[in-house]
């Protein structure tokens, strides 16, 4: 009974790390970093809580994803068009994320941290699992769908050969530019929508700092996974067994809860350190592209 209620528990956690680095699978493979995605996920649980408290959860969900698309449509804007530095776009947003998110809330609920309650889904009964949402199914369809589309689709492979050789993509008339605005766009829907589910499904209202990082742990799920959704999968589940395991630990107390609650990021900095040198990045990923340039 415990195996199976730290099972589910970890599925939930890992719920809005495997939408995240599916997100960043499509950026990456465009040739775009983006460490914004911690400030997507941000406004997409500030924007998911607006929306559910004045019109319920499904117009919720859509405004956490349109605000990770606009978000994310800066950062394109900022290092497609502009060519500014990716990891500095990546940090102005999610400043730009915390401060209009905290503003917002004071604005429209008179709280600065916090929302009020906000309703989520309709839960299904699954053996096992008890109750779960519908996000969870989503999450784990959309990893052999985001599979499917980068390896057999058209869409996918000019996506793909974008982030490996953008002058080459170029010279075969496919639109650089466009691909990698695709690409950094999906990304920023993934991660509002993760950040939803962050507040609809798993609190019930937007608290600030909720996503603990979990925009970061993904962009190391989606290097532990090599760049892949199925890689990515099964190290968001690690990363979300973690967690859950944290938890559980936190609550019989034999330990300090400082200690336990490092887990997490013990665990991404151990990956960083012993993955990143055996994985193979797209080729130009981080690099800006300039139409005439080599």
């Known amino acids: 009974m415990f195996l ?47 929306g559910s408290y004045y019109f319920g959860p499904y117009v919720g969900f859509l405004f956490a994803m349109a605000a990770g698309a606009f978000l994310a449509l800066i950062h394109a804007i900022a290092t497609v068009t502009f060519r500014v530095d990716q990891i500095v776009s990546g940090v102005a947003l999610n400043i730009l994320a915390y401060g209009s998110s905290r503003f917002l809330s004071q604005a429209f609920f008179k709280m600065a941290t916090t929302t009020p309650h906000v309703n989520g889904l309709f839960k299904l009964k699954i053996p096992l699992l008890g109750e779960t949402s519908p996000v969870i199914i989503l999450a784990l369809i959309l990893v052999p769908v985001a599979g499917y589309i980068l390896e057999k689709t058209v869409f996918g492979l000019r996506l793909r050969s974008v982030g490996e050789n953008p002058l080459a993509a170029d010279t075969l008339g496919i639109n650089v530019f466009k691909m990698k605005y695709a690409g950094v766009i999906i990304s920023g829907v993934l991660a509002g929508l993760a950040g939803a589910y962050l507040a609809l499904e798993h609190t019930g209202m937007y608290v600030e700092g909720m996503t603990q990082g979990k925009g970061y742990i993904a962009l190391a799920a989606m290097i532990f996974g090599n760049w892949t959704p199925k890689g990515a999968l099964w190290a968001s589940l690690l990363f979300g067994f973690a967690e859950s395991l944290s938890f559980r630990v936190v609550q019989n107390a034999v330990i300090p809860y400082q200690f336990i609650k490092m887990i997490p990021y013990v665990l991404t900095l151990a990956v960083l350190a012993g993955v990143v040198r055996k994985s193979t990045p797209p080729a130009a990923d981080g690099v800006p592209y300039e139409r005439g340039t080599k």
């Open 4 to 50: 199976i209620e730290l099972i589910a528990s970890s599925l939930r956690m890992a719920v809005p790390i495997i939408l995240t680095a599916i997100g960043a699978v499509y950026t990456e493979r465009a040739g775009v970093v983006n460490i914004g995605l911690e400030g997507m996920m941000i406004v997409g649980s500030f924007w998911g809580a607006l």
